[in-house]
């Protein structure tokens, strides 16, 4: 099943997307946020729509967490270009709800800083409240679905200030979407891929997390209480780097599509 949000009638709503014959279209709007369904979709109250070509509509980020949990350097291959060790135990941080952004949205370089590099990352929505999982529990019941998400990062404040609350944490650094879509096995292996004006930058595989997903959420889960709605960044594959006004990152993950946002000097 997979979701969005949109622009409807002057207000948000969450959408059920479906192909009709081969091309994506919004069918139904959900009276209910998915977040609120304890990972029941199929249950969640809706309500028919004319159908609207998914590519014509306005796109809103699919997610409203409370929180967006973060990890860094969850692949060997960058760690290593960023000049890093690979780390013991998972390396958490957040980026505050006001840094999301809409697909297609603009992304804004603040003019403190030098350089500003997309991140392509795997983005793990919460279903159900979740607060100590215990090793032998199963998480697959924890995960509502799965998105693109650009941990848009200003690498020179993240290298100066030692912390990266201000690094990662300015408004328009945290592109989410185009959609959730359940049925992806990031165990398995998920495709990440970052394009940069057309050009691929990054082309990594979940496959090849250092911390698997389980034991990211459990992890976290045993520090903060995740809620429904919540949204974990799993972390970026090799090829980060720099992008400036008037370029264009595009996040693609298959069975989710493509997040494309373009790049602009705040003024
Ligand atoms: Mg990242």
New binding site residues.
Partial sequence: MRYCRFQFNQSAHYGLVESVSGVDHITRIFLQSPHLSDGDLEGLPSRRIDRIPFADASLLAPVEPSKIV?V?RNYREHAAELGHEVPAEPLIFMKPPSALLSPGGTILRPKISERTDY?G?LGVLISRRCRHLRDDEDVHPYILGYTCVN?F?ARDLQNKDGQWTRAKGFDTFCPVGPLVADGLDPWAGIPVETRVNGDVRQSGNTRDFIFALDVVLRYISRVMTLNPGDLI?T??PKGVGPVVAGDVVEISIPGIGQLPNPVADES
């Fill in positions: 973060c860094g991140e990352e941990d990062t960044a972390g970026t």
